[in-house]
Nanobody
């Protein structure tokens, strides 16, 4: 499975950005897709996840009400809409997928995208 992330960039606080992640290859058994982020000097942290069959989304408390993860039509892909961005949202955002929901949610998914930079200025 290969993941291709896109989007990101530089935005002022209060602004919005949209990230996309598309999977290719042997994606049939994947549970869903998740986003993680890593700020400079900090550990990678969970942001949001979406399960294909359950059609359910899950969010970190820090982004609830501001970020929305959704499936991109019928594709094996998700979109992360980020609104009301804060400087603390700055970091490299990575998408991930796996067949096991616990591994995916726990940040130990088997497959990862290349990462995309999000910078929020104050």
């Amino acid at each position: 499975v290969q993941l291709q992330a896109s989007g990101g960039g530089l935005v002022q606080a209060g602004g919005s950005l949209r990230l996309s992640c598309a999977a290719s290859g042997r994606t049939r058994n994947t549970y869903g897709m998740a986003w993680f982020r890593q700020a400079p000097g900090k550990e990678r942290e969970f942001v949001a996840a979406y399960g294909w069959s359950a059609r359910k989304s899950d969010y970190a408390d820090s982004v609830k009400g501001r970020f929305t993860i959704s499936r991109d039509g019928g594709k094996v892909a998700v979109v992360l809409q980020m609104n009301s961005l804060k400087p603390e949202d700055t970091g490299i955002y990575y998408c991930s997928t796996d067949s096991d929901p616990q591994s995916l949610r726990g940040g130990i998914g088997l497959y990862w995208g290349q990462g995309t930079q999000v910078t929020v200025s104050s």
